[in-house]
T-cell receptor
Framework: KAGVTQTPRYLIKTRGQQVTLSCSPI?????VSWYQQTPGQGLQFLFE???????NKGNFPGRFSGRQFSNSRSEMNVSTLELGDSALYLC??????????????FGEGSWLTVV | KNEVEQSPQNLTAQEGEFITINCSYS?????LHWLQQHPGGGIVSLFM???GKKKHGRLIATINIQEKHSSLHITASHPRDSAVYIC?????????FGTGTSLTVIP
């Protein structure tokens, strides 16, 4: 069974631009969650989707958004990029909503550099 | 205020040593996860605990719900165990992460 796939793996963007990251969960998994990891703040929860509905959202500004499609694939978008958005963005999937007794499986992440 | 506190931040051990990493959290949780992150970014979920103890190979994870504390133990440590270990908890609808413990096992 293929793991969680994230694309692109690496990208460089300019301040003010927007970026879209993609995540394909493990087949059969309906829950997808997104995280940001920076050296200063560590891992932080962005949002969680289950069956195309956003269930939870972390403490991030509205520039960070996401969605989930009917095939459970998910995208996250960051608009008006700032230098501080440079980070590793990780996606994880699980069979059911996270925290409800389901193991979560992480992708390799997308490294975003904003210049 | 950090909802999740991990210790130690850094740990160096000789191959074969017994290792303990600690995690404390501030409020009631539904589950606690221990994660392993190798250089390059990939994260692997090692354990998910809501009570008691779990064992997988040389790894053991325990949780004490009353004391709001969990430990990850590595027996007979090996250089390939070198990684960052992260404790994560779900509080309400949010996930919170510890700052991680960077473990280096020297041959």
């Amino acid at each position: 069974k293929a793991g969680v796939t994230q694309t692109p793996r690496y990208l460089i963007k300019t301040r003010g631009q927007q970026v879209t990251l993609s995540c394909s969960p493990i087949s059969g998994h309906r829950s997808v969650s997104w995280y940001q990891q920076t050296p200063g703040q560590g891992l932080q929860f962005l949002f969680e989707y289950f069956s195309e509905t956003q269930r939870n959202k972390g403490n991030f500004p509205g520039r960070f958004s996401g969605r989930q499609f009917s095939n459970s694939r998910s995208e996250m978008n960051v608009s008006t990029l700032e230098l501080g958005d440079s980070a590793l963005y990780l996606c994880a999937s699980s069979e059911g909503p996270g925290g409800s007794g389901n193991t979560i499986y992480f992708g390799e992440g997308s490294w975003l550099t904003v210049v | 205020k950090n909802e999740v506190e991990q210790s130690p931040q850094n740990l160096t051990a000789q191959e074969g040593e017994f290792i303990t990493i600690n995690c404390s959290y501030s409020v009631g949780i539904s589950a606690l996860h221990w994660l392993q992150q190798h250089p390059g970014g990939g994260i692997v979920s090692l354990f998910m605990l809501s009570s008691g103890k779990k064992k997988h190979g040389r790894l053991i994870a325990t949780i004490n719900i009353q004391e709001k504390h969990s430990s990850l133990h590595i027996t007979a440590s090996h250089p390939r165990d070198s990684a960052v270990y992260i404790c994560a908890v779900r509080i309400g609808n949010q996930f919170y992460f510890g700052t991680g413990t960077s473990l280096t096992v020297i041959p």
